[in-house]
Each structure stands twice: as C-alpha cells, then as structure tokens.
C-alpha cells in the first residue's frame, strides 16, 4: 500500500473523531465561542510558521472578497450550527449527517458552477438522499413533535451546517482556481472565521469560561480534526485523485461511529445505521466514478 493511502486513512480517522471529542464539553462551553477558539488557533498556528517559514502570497481583492465570502460560510455559519447540532444530538448520528455535505456540494456545483456529474452521478445522490431518508426515520419524528424533538433540531442544524460547507467548498475551488495558495486561503479563512466568532461572543456577552481540563481536546480538535484531516484530504487529492481520496475519505462515517461507541457508550439501532452508511457510501462512489 503507498504512503498516501495510510494517510488518508488517517485524515479520515481525524475528521470522524471530532464530534466524539467535541461532545463531552459542549455542555460547559458555548458552541460559538468553541468555533472562535477551533479556528483562532488554526489560523495564528499557520501565521506563525508561515512567518517562521518567510512563507507570503499576495492575491488580488476579488480573490480576497471570496475568501471573506468562504470564511464567513464556513468558518463562522457551518461550525457554530455544527457544534449546536451536535449537542442536541447523538455523536454517531452527527457522524452519518454531516455527508451530507459531499450531496450539496455537488448539487451546488451543478446549479452554481455548472458542473455535469454525469450519469452516475444523480443515481448517487439519489442514494444519499435516501440514506438520509433511512437515518431520521423514526416514529417519534412526527410532525406534533417537530420542534420539541432535539434529535431532529440537531440533526437540521447539522444539515444546515453541511449546506454552509458545501458553499464553501465550492467557493474555494473557485479561490483555488485564481493560483491562490491553499495554505494561504486555510490561513485567511480561519483568522477571519475566528475573529467574527469571536466578536459574536463579546457582542452576546457569552460567558468566556473554558475548563483548563479541555484544552488538549480542543487543541487536537483544531491542528488535528480540523486542520490535520483537511491538510491530508488535499495532499491525497494531489497525489492519488479526487476518486479515491473521497471514496476513502468517506470512511470517516464509520469511525465517527465507531469512536462514538466506544467512547460515549452511545446506543444506536445498528441495521438502520448500516443500512444509511452503505447507501451514502454507494452514492459517493457512483458520483466520484465520474469526476476521477
């Protein structure tokens, strides 16, 4: 097995770890100041080696307005909707959501870039769609109970965070495109994330209390989960194709699950589970097996 292919394991182990390690303390620390600090210390940890490093990239101001664009879609938006929806809702079910991602990433692609992904490609996202389905079918989900169910009110917000993060991802490959650097665009993006979170607390007044006992979580959460997962994506992208990048990648699913048992002691209804994971798997393969 090449190098790269470990690695991208390991991106996926990363990224499916966050919301096992992020749940424990959202219960003591508000989920936007959590995305300040998460994003605050990416973006000063890139600084600083970037200046270490004498590593600077100039860009035009169009390229700057979008990166203000992505930064504000997400790394302000997706995470606090994120880190909201997770402490309403199980880890292991934020884990299957937050796919939902790759759907609307392609279908903004579709619609805004007007990117064709083939004919394989709307049967995956149909397959999405439905192991989307599949996952919030639950008899007390009626509409009676819609807003008084937190598992449903976690589980839109972390579908809405999944639309935020689509927009981004595609705004980015538009940055992207304009030979911006993508450290540089990590770096921009998460110093102003974090700092508009930031200004949201002082503005809500939000207690600024973080127990000193979480400081290891919240810093593998941001150079680990975060930055590390995306570092390793990107890196495999360049290396061995979008195709099996994202195929691999998309195992991050499992252990979210995996951890959340493990961990959390979390109870979930295993065949529904199964059943939901094979079908967003499937549909991710069938929408890459044409944009390799």
Same mark, same amino acid.
């Given at each position: 097995?090449?190098?790269?292919?470990?690695?991208?394991?390991?991106?996926?182990?990363?990224?499916?770890?966050?919301?096992?390690?992020?749940?424990?303390?959202? *219960?003591? $620390?508000?989920?936007? @100041?959590?995305?300040? /600090?998460?994003?605050? %210390?990416?973006?000063?940890?890139?600084? =600083? #080696? !970037?200046?270490?490093?004498?590593?600077?990239?100039?860009?035009?101001?169009?390229?700057?307005?979008?990166?203000?664009?992505?930064?504000?879609?997400?790394?302000?938006?997706?995470?606090?909707?994120?880190?909201?929806?997770?402490?309403?809702?199980?880890?292991?079910?934020?884990?299957?959501?937050?796919?939902?991602?790759?759907?609307?990433?392609?279908?903004?692609?579709?619609?805004?870039?007007?990117?064709?992904?083939?004919?394989?490609?709307?049967?995956?996202?149909?397959?999405?769609?439905?192991?989307?389905?599949?996952?919030?079918?639950?008899?007390?989900?009626?509409?009676?109970?819609?807003?008084?169910?937190?598992?449903?009110?976690?589980?839109?917000?972390?579908?809405? *965070?999944? $639309?935020?993060?689509? @927009?981004?991802?595609? /705004?980015?490959?538009? %940055?992207?495109?304009?030979?911006?650097? =993508? #450290? !540089?665009?990590?770096?921009?993006?998460?110093?102003?994330?974090?700092?508009?979170?930031?200004?949201?607390?002082?503005?809500?007044?939000?207690?600024?209390?973080?127990?000193?006992?979480?400081?290891?979580?919240?810093?593998?959460?941001?150079?680990?989960?975060?930055?590390?997962?995306?570092?390793?994506?990107?890196?495999?992208?360049?290396?061995?194709?979008?195709?099996?990048?994202?195929?691999?990648?998309?195992?991050?699913?499992?252990?979210?699950?995996?951890?959340?048992?493990?961990?959390?002691?979390?109870?979930?209804?295993?065949?529904?589970?199964?059943?939901?994971?094979?079908?967003?798997?499937?549909?991710?393969?069938?929408?890459?097996?044409?944009?390799?």
């Amino acid at each position: 097995m090449k190098k790269i292919y470990g690695l991208l394991i390991l991106s996926a182990v990363l990224y499916g770890s966050i919301s096992t390690v992020a749940k424990p303390f959202l *219960s003591n $620390i508000n989920p936007i @100041l959590l995305s300040s /600090i998460i994003y605050l %210390i990416i973006g000063i940890s890139i600084t =600083i #080696v !970037s200046s270490i490093i004498k590593n600077t990239s100039k860009f035009s101001w169009n390229s700057f307005k979008l990166i203000f664009l992505t930064a504000f879609f997400g790394a302000v938006v997706a995470p606090i909707l994120y880190f909201s929806g997770l402490k309403l809702t199980d880890a292991s079910l934020v884990s299957i959501l937050i796919n939902a991602e790759f759907l609307f990433t392609i279908l903004f692609a579709i619609t805004l870039l007007r990117e064709n992904p083939g004919r394989y490609g709307y049967f995956g996202i149909l397959c999405i769609f439905a192991g989307l389905i599949v996952l919030n079918l639950k008899e007390d989900n009626l509409a009676s109970n819609f807003f008084q169910n937190n598992d449903l009110i976690g589980s839109l917000l972390i579908l809405g *965070s999944a $639309i935020f993060w689509a @927009l981004d991802n595609n /705004i980015s490959k538009v %940055i992207l495109q304009k030979e911006v650097p =993508i #450290v !540089s665009l990590i770096q921009l993006k998460s110093l102003i994330g974090g700092i508009t979170s930031f200004v949201i607390v002082i503005i809500l007044n939000i207690s600024f209390t973080i127990n000193i006992s979480n400081i290891p979580s919240i810093l593998f959460l941001s150079l680990g989960g975060f930055a590390g997962s995306l570092f390793l994506f990107l890196k495999g992208i360049k290396e061995v194709g979008a195709t099996k990048s994202v195929m691999i990648f998309s195992t991050s699913t499992l252990f979210g699950i995996i951890f959340a048992i493990i961990f959390l002691n979390e109870q979930i209804e295993i065949y529904r589970f199964v059943f939901s994971v094979m079908l967003m798997i499937t549909g991710i393969m069938l929408i890459t097996k044409d944009n390799g």
